[in-house]
Each structure stands twice: as C-alpha cells, then as structure tokens.
C-alpha cells in the first residue's frame, strides 16, 4: 500500500504539471512558438508538447455533438500508454489509478469555483489515501477483499445496516497504522424535505453563537461549553508541546527523530478524533428539538490574519500584539467552528432542518429590546445596553441576534413569538 502510495503521488504530480503546463500553452500568443508566462522562457516547436504526439493524453473524441475531450478525460486517454511506458503502474488497481485522475479533477473544480487555492503539488507526508470506485470491494465477516491487495483482516467498529451496499471505499495511511473507509448507500431511504417557512415554529428556532471559552452559547441561553478548555485536554496539549520539543531536538534525519515525529503525529490524531467526536455529539444537541438553527457566516481566515505592522521614528517596529494575536488564533483553528457546522448540516439534513447563515456584523453589540447598537454595550462577558439597561450574558444576548436576523431571512416576524428567552416580554419587542 505504500508502493501503491507512493506511485499514485508521482502520477497525480505528474498530471497536475501537465495541465499548468498546456494552461500556459493555450494562453500562448503564437501556437507552436509559446512562452511560459512566469519564466519568460521561449519553447522551440519541436518541444511544444501542444502537438499531437508530446501532450498526453489525446484532445478529440468520437462524440459528435461535443468532440472535445474536457482535462479530466484527456488525462484519462492517457492511461494506457502510462501503463505501456511504466509496466510498474499494472500493479495498482485501475479503478484506484482512475479515482487519482478524479481527485485532481476535482480539486481543480473547487479552485474554479473560487471554494479552494490553486492545486499545488503535494508532498509524501500530504498524500495519504488512495481510494476504489463502487462495486469493488467485498467485505466477509471480519475480513476485507481490496482488489490488487488482496483478502485481509481489519477491525469492525460498526456493522453496515441492513439494506446498505457498499460505494466508493477509500484506504488511509495515518500515524496510527492504515485505516478504511466505507460509503455506503441505501437507495429505498426517501430524500427528508426541508421545513418550510409554514412548518417553522419560531420558538423552536435556535440562533447559535459560535466561541472559544463557550464553543456555542444558543439563543434559549443554553451553553455547550469547549472541552479543550478542561483539566485533561490541557494536559494532553502540555504533553503535545513536550513531545514536539523533544522531537525537533534530535538529530536531523536519524531514526530517533522520525520515531519521536510518529510519536507526535499519533497525538495530534487522537486530539483530532476526540474533537471530531464532540463535534458530533455537539451537532446532534443542536438539532434536537430545533426547526431551524442559525449561525454567523465568519470570515475565520480574516479573523486569524496577523496584526498591521507598526513602524516608528528610529526605522524600527512597535508593538503591535501579534505575540498575543498568536495565542487568540491558535484557539480558534483548535474550535474548528467551519468543521462544526459542516457536521451540524449533516446531522440537519437528516431530519430537513434548515440551517442558515447570517452576517455576524454588530451581533454582539446590539440591544435587542431598544435596538441601540454600541461597542460600549459589551463588558467584556456581560452585555449592559447603555440606552435603556437591558442586560444579559453577552454571548448568550449574541445568539438572540443572531436568532432574529435569521428569522428575518426565513421571511418569519419575531414579534409573533412569546418571548425571546423569557426576559423580554411580546410588548418590548418591536419590529426588529
Ligand atoms: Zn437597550
């Protein structure tokens, strides 16, 4: 599996380059006599690989309709003679050297869709997973046929449910040893429809505040509080630390340090475990009982961007508290808001739970009785409106605005409902 690895990154490299390279061709202003764009270097005709016999992969196909072969298909005429060139390639699976092909493809058309950057190539350490196509892999009690490989055992965690086939199966190297994923699919399970604006009980609309001390403060003024905040997370990151430093400390390339790394790395992948199963305990507690749940739509990167330099007189630099910025940004990539509620919208989508996102601007600082909008209405983890002396916890006081926002969005009126969480009376709320 490691061979197969191995291979399959120099393939995916490989076909990563050749489309940055025919882009630059295709922009060429003069066919045949190109110029790279970046290097400015001038291509003779004989090596310009736009001609039939250096591209790979051939352009046309028979479809009259659309005789054009898009990159992806291109790419995959290719394979054949990569088999005939290096007869190594035989031994990988062709459903898993095809699926290569499908991951770059589908990378790019992320970065098309402005969703991701630019592919780049990958490195060993990166390229981890390869993965079969549906209808390949057979399973037998505790065993596992992966076609190429062959019959072995592995450990069941959980069994697949009665009517489910098996889809595309996806093996993954990690620090722990190799691990294997199975999609599976039922057919007979009707799509649920999303709630409608009829259908939404507007008492039972969460507005979710998403945080770091408190990871989500609802609008009902329930809490779930950060497990990395508790006695053990914290000690488990101390012991991540001193593992870290203990590893960079040995002797470059030598087995003491790569086994000190693996033992790192298998720190980290219990951390990421243990929070990937509190995400989804999380999510399941946000959609019980709710008929709609609303979130800010944050700009995380903007928020984790580093502190404006600020020069002074003497040509040197003050303080500008990146040193502290670190420690705030360190919290919030460990949060993984953006993981959270991609899981929340999974488990929603299950029972047709919309789930909504609104813009986040002054949903801290707004009062949600008098409408007074100020940064001085926030002391720190109270909110005391300094107009007409409604107070609440702020995060709490956070999520009721988010609450109303997204119930404008859904089309609801706040004023219908009997209160925002108990504080506020019908006759306080005007219209929002
Ligand atoms: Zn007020």
Known sequence: MNRWLDMLLAQYNYLLRDRNESYDQVRSPRLGNYCDFKSKGEACPLTCSVNKSHSIGYPWKKSQKNPRRNAYEAQSSSLPTLKKERPWYKTINSTVLQQTLRQLDVAFSKFFKGETEHPKPKRRSRFRSFKYAPGQVKLDGNQIYLPGIGWMRFHKSRPIPDGFTVKSVTVRRKARGWFVSLQIEDKSVPDPSVKTKGEIDASRVKGCDLGIKKLVSISNGEIISNPANDKKSKRQARRLRLRQRSASRKKKGSKNRKKSFSRVASLHDRITDKRRAYHWETAKTLTNEADALIFEDLNIKGMKSRCKPKPNENGGY?????????????????????????????????SGIPVIKINPKHTSQRCPKCHH?????????KFVCTECGYHDDADVNGAVNIKMRGLKKLGIDPTQLPSVRGKVTPTELTAI
């Open 318 to 350: 003050e303080r500008n508290g990146q040193s502290a910025k670190r420690g705030l940004n360190r919290a919030i990539s460990n949060a993984a808001w953006g993981e959270l509620v991609k899981k929340v919208e999974v488990v929603a989508a299950k």
């Open 373 to 381: 909008t100020s940064g001085s209405n926030r002391k720190k983890e």
